[in-house]
């Protein structure tokens, strides 16, 4: 029987990652994730199992401890977790962000000593580009680091950070005075190091507690206060010569997120969709299954229709990434048209649920509170629309 969201042309490789994944989120995730989310509980047991199969160094180069896979493969795999429980998927997603950019960007001596413990899972990565005032807006940040004779000392508020207590290093993007014309010139991002845990977890850098959220539940997300943290040079991402590149460093790795985020969404909506099926099949109204009315098939039609598409344009901008072209559209395309058709498809396979759907007892209602995330994670909708407008009237300029 065909099933949604096959991708053609993969190596014997990536297949037999993608199954071992999808065994390992039926067998580990999916039984448990609902009392875990409940619960807000951490999934300990679950990252012991992503560590031992080497998940965290999925992207990480070979000659540092990874696996070396591609950005595509990367992307499948955020797929087969996230139809599990899209918090795991989030628990890797910034941690790959972070070990992306350091592979990329990173200096020599960045790349040795931290991806090999990244690739392991000893050491975790966060992204903190995001602050209280402001969002889709990153040239309205405050956090500030000044230079002081060999140290940059950093302050400021940094907000919305997943991982932001269990890793041990933090991807900061923050405003450095280089005379840069552009605000975007005058940007540095930082590896800022710190040991897990909440509270003062480094000299001057606190992470306060973690924010209750409608959704997204088990995996941590945090603000991170900087109040006199001092850091040498060496901490700039890619060393002292690439203070001021910290925006276009962040905005490679958002590419790489919003591909993660389309995956997430082309998982959520499998799962919702695979929900949705089976319960129209076994569910007898008016002496027949729901699926056999014509009005809850025309919904299981639509809904596999747009899987096919968000998962297409998902393998595409993975590809493009891969093959060392600019995605920023295809991934713009990949994140709006992924995230909003999860919410559709999300939202169809609860109303197919009936009043089942709105108790706790059942999948789908996590799945209802978790859809929303990402219309607005690595940018909302009206962002997608603004970098896909702006590519494609560079591509048609006259």
Same mark, same amino acid.
């Given at each position: 029987?065909?099933?949604?969201?096959?991708?053609?042309?993969?190596?014997?490789?990536?297949?037999?990652?993608?199954?071992?994944?999808?065994?390992?989120?039926?067998?580990?995730?999916?039984?448990?994730?609902?009392?875990?989310?409940?619960?807000?509980?951490?999934?300990?047991?679950?990252?012991?199992?992503?560590?031992?199969?080497?998940?965290?160094?999925?992207?990480?180069?070979?000659?540092?401890?990874?696996?070396?896979?591609?950005?595509?493969?990367?992307?499948?795999?955020?797929?087969?977790?996230?139809? #599990?429980?899209?918090?795991?998927?989030?628990?890797?997603?910034?941690?790959?962000?972070? %070990?992306?950019?350091?592979?990329?960007?990173?200096?020599?001596?960045?790349?040795?000593?931290?991806?090999?413990?990244?690739?392991?899972?000893?050491?975790?990565?966060?992204?903190?580009?995001?602050?209280?005032?402001?969002?889709?807006?990153?040239?309205?940040?405050?956090?500030?680091?000044?230079?002081?004779?060999?140290?940059?000392?950093?302050?400021?508020?940094?907000?919305?950070?997943? $991982?932001?207590?269990?890793?041990?290093?933090?991807?900061?993007?923050?405003?450095?005075?280089?005379?840069?014309?552009?605000?975007?010139? $005058?940007?540095?991002?930082?590896?800022?190091?710190?040991?897990?845990?909440?509270?003062?977890?480094?000299?001057?850098?606190?992470?306060?507690?973690?924010?209750?959220?409608?959704?997204?539940?088990?995996?941590?997300?945090?603000?991170?206060?900087?109040?006199?943290?001092?850091?040498?040079?060496?901490?700039?991402?890619?060393?002292?010569?690439?203070?001021?590149?910290?925006?276009?460093?962040?905005?490679?790795?958002?590419?790489?997120?919003?591909?993660?985020?389309? %995956?997430? %969404?082309?998982?959520?909506?499998?799962?919702?969709?695979?929900?949705?099926?089976?319960?129209?099949?076994?569910?007898?109204?008016?002496?027949?299954?729901?699926?056999?009315?014509?009005?809850?098939?025309?919904?299981?039609?639509?809904? #596999?229709?747009?899987?096919?598409?968000?998962? %297409?344009?998902?393998?595409?901008?993975?590809?493009?990434?891969?093959?060392?072209?600019?995605?920023?559209?295809?991934?713009?395309?990949?994140?709006?048209?992924?995230?909003?058709?999860?919410?559709?498809?999300?939202?169809?396979?609860?109303?197919?649920?009936?009043?089942?759907?709105?108790?706790?007892?059942?999948?789908?209602?996590?799945?209802?509170?978790?859809?929303?995330?990402?219309?607005?994670?690595? #940018?909302?909708?009206?962002?997608?629309?603004?970098?896909?407008?702006?590519?494609?009237?560079?591509?048609?300029?006259?």
């Amino acid at each position: 029987m065909a099933r949604l969201a096959q991708t053609p042309g993969l190596t014997d490789v990536q297949r037999s990652i993608l199954e071992t994944v999808r065994e390992f989120a039926d067998r580990e995730i999916i039984p448990h994730a609902q009392r875990l989310e409940h619960a807000d509980e951490y999934p300990t047991d679950i990252l012991d199992g992503m560590r031992e199969m080497g998940l965290f160094g999925l992207t990480v180069a070979e000659e540092y401890g990874g696996l070396g896979e591609s950005l595509l493969t990367y992307a499948l795999v955020v797929e087969e977790l996230s139809r #599990g429980w899209m918090s795991i998927s989030g628990i890797v997603n910034t941690h790959f962000i972070v %070990a992306y950019l350091i592979s990329q960007h990173g200096s020599a001596e960045q790349r040795a000593r931290l991806l090999p413990k990244m690739a392991t899972g000893e050491v975790r990565g966060a992204f903190s580009m995001s602050e209280p005032e402001c969002g889709s807006d990153v040239s309205a940040i405050r956090s500030k680091a000044v230079r002081d004779g060999d140290t940059y000392v950093l302050n400021g508020q940094k907000m919305w950070l997943t $991982n932001g207590a269990y890793s041990s290093v933090v991807a900061t993007l923050v405003k450095t005075d280089t005379g840069a014309d552009s605000v975007y010139g $005058n940007m540095s991002t930082f590896l800022l190091e710190k040991e897990p845990g909440f509270g003062e977890t480094a000299p001057g850098l606190t992470i306060p507690g973690r924010i209750d959220k409608m959704g997204y539940k088990g995996v941590e997300t945090t603000e991170m206060v900087l109040d006199g943290v001092a850091v040498p040079a060496s901490a700039v991402l890619g060393g002292e010569g690439q203070v001021g590149r910290g925006f276009y460093q962040m905005m490679d790795g958002i590419e790489v997120g919003r591909v993660n985020v389309a %995956a997430r %969404a082309c998982g959520i909506s499998i799962r919702a969709f695979e929900l949705a099926v089976a319960y129209a099949q076994q569910r007898r109204t008016f002496g027949q299954p729901l699926a056999k009315h014509q009005a809850i098939a025309f919904k299981l039609a639509e809904m #596999g229709t747009k899987i096919e598409a968000a998962h %297409a344009l998902m393998v595409n901008a993975a590809r493009l990434k891969d093959a060392g072209q600019r995605n920023d559209v295809e991934a713009g395309m990949a994140k709006l048209l992924a995230s909003e058709y999860c919410a559709e498809v999300v939202q169809e396979a609860f109303r197919i649920h009936g009043g089942y759907g709105y108790s706790k007892e059942y999948e789908i209602e996590r799945l209802m509170r978790e859809a929303p995330f990402l219309l607005i994670g690595e #940018g909302t909708s009206e962002i997608q629309k603004t970098i896909i407008s702006r590519g494609l009237l560079r591509d048609y300029k006259l």
